[in-house]
Each structure stands twice: as C-alpha cells, then as structure tokens.
C-alpha cells in the first residue's frame, strides 16, 4: 500500500473472511517494537478481513508520511457470518495447515522468540509446543523437528522436543497459559 500510494498506483483488495474473526484480544503493538510482522498498533487477534484492515491504515494514516492509497476492496464472494468453526479453504501458509492450527497460531507465536518449539518442522505445527529443555518427567508428549515445506531450518531440527499436543478447541481469547515460568 507504501509503494502503490507513493507512485499513485490504485490497490485491488481480493478480501477473504478472517478465520478468527469470533475474538478481539491480546496486546496492542507499542510501535517502538514495529517490525515486519507486526506494523500497526492493533492487538494480535483484530477480528478484521485484511479488506476492513486496509481500510483501518488508510484511515488512521498509517502509511509513510500519512498518504493515503486508492484501493478497492473486493468481497470473495458471500462473506459467512462471524462463527467459531469457519475454516478457510486454502491454508493460507504452509505453517498452517488446519483450523486447529490458526485458532492456536495467535497464542502460540509468542513461543518464536524463545528456546520453545511451536512444531515448525512437524506435520502439527501451531499445535504442539516443545523443547529440549523441557523436562521429559513432566511433559511426555515428544516431537522431532525435521526440515518440511514449512520450515527448512526448524528450531532444534533433529532434537526430541518435550512438551504438550493441544486438544482440540476454539479459543475466542489468547490464551498464555502455555508461557509459564514452570515449564
């Protein structure tokens, strides 16, 4: 949107239902942390299509300098109302192959910056946690992280990661439960 308001090229927004749209939680970005993932101060789970999203940068003037970018956005189709179960047709990563995976991925990216595995390199990533460290008494679920589709150099790639497979569950907060100093 940087790029195209700068050079006065009009955006075309292909928008798609937000499959976890049901909540609204976790911290709001404090921009002195501003990075690639994360560029707006809007908190972890927004509940927005990435259409109501653009439209949210526009608005607040977020782009460089505070331009604003022509765009339209594009509903897919009929939008399905706001529900638990929605589950996008295409996984919209390879790190994100369920709907179990993207209703956990907003509280298990907090594991990304840590010694804690959240299962890049299994085939239940965003699913699982785990590390080397973990003790093995305590956590008897076990993992090896091998380089897949999703993540060529996964932490602790070979190691056995102890830790938890998560239920199946909807989440409608973040859940941090999993951030304990007692691991």
């Not at 973990?134 to 060529?152: C, D, I, M, Q, V």
Request: aromatic residues 10%; proline residues 10%.
């Amino acid at each position: 949107m940087e790029t195209c308001a700068s050079l006065n090229i009009p955006v075309l927004v292909l928008d798609r239902p937000n499959p976890n749209s049901h909540y609204i939680d976790g911290p709001i970005l404090e921009l002195e942390h501003k990075s690639f993932v994360g560029m707006h101060p809007v908190p972890v789970t927004h509940g927005m299509t990435i259409g109501e999203y653009a439209k949210m940068i526009n608005g607040e003037g977020w782009l460089k300098a505070g331009k604003q970018c022509y765009f339209k956005n594009h509903p897919c189709g009929q939008l399905p109302p706001q529900e638990k179960n929605y589950n996008l047709p295409i996984k919209p990563s390879p790190n994100l192959p369920n709907g179990k995976a993207i209703n956990l991925y907003p509280s298990l990216c907090f594991f990304e910056g840590t010694n804690v595995s959240s299962g890049r390199g299994t085939e239940t990533q965003f699913q699982v946690f785990g590390s080397p460290f973990l003790n093995p008494e305590k956590f008897s679920y076990h993992f090896t992280p091998k380089p897949n589709k999703g993540a060529k150099n996964p932490k602790h790639k070979a190691i056995k990661c102890y830790g938890r497979i998560l239920g199946v569950q909807v989440l409608d907060s973040i859940n941090l439960k999993w951030i304990d100093r007692r691991l």
